[in-house]
Nanobody, 121 residues
Framework: QVQLAVSGGGSVQAGGSQRVTCTAS????????MGWFRQRQDKAREGVAV???????LYVDDAKGRFIVSRDLAKDSIYLQMNSLKPEDSAMYYC???????????????WGQGTQVIVAS
């Protein structure tokens, strides 16, 4: 099983920025879309941003204009740069590999561990 290692996250003040990184243990995932999902307290896990290539990505409406998903195939990594963070962005953020480029959790076939992002008001 390919491992997806997540790093980054932590606490930040509202209006600040955070960057999270997800690195796959195998280059075999280069052909798959990958993305970021989050789970807020007492809420279902939801898609935030997914990427196949730099020119092919999707964002949840709330993330558009604030978050940037990117990918470095040579490093088998994806990144989520989160700017202008709001308290409601506080959540556990998960990385996942998808069977297709969409924001639905049903397309995830492998999850990384989560990393907590806390945005203080």
């Amino acid at each position: 099983q390919v491992q997806l290692a997540v790093s980054g996250g932590g606490s930040v003040q509202a209006g600040g920025s955070q960057r999270v990184t997800c690195t796959a243990s195998s280059s075999s995932y280069r052909r798959y879309p990958m993305g970021w999902f989050r789970q807020r307290q007492d809420k279902a896990r939801e898609g935030v941003a997914v990427i196949a290539s730099e020119s092919n990505s999707l964002y949840v409406d709330d993330a558009k204009g604030r978050f940037i998903v990117s990918r470095d195939l040579a490093k088998d990594s994806i990144y989520l740069q989160m700017n202008s963070l709001k308290p409601e962005d506080s959540a556990m953020y998960y990385c996942g590999a998808l069977t297709k480029l969409e924001l639905r959790t049903g397309s995830i076939f492998n999850w990384g561990q989560g990393t907590q992002v806390i945005v203080a008001s």
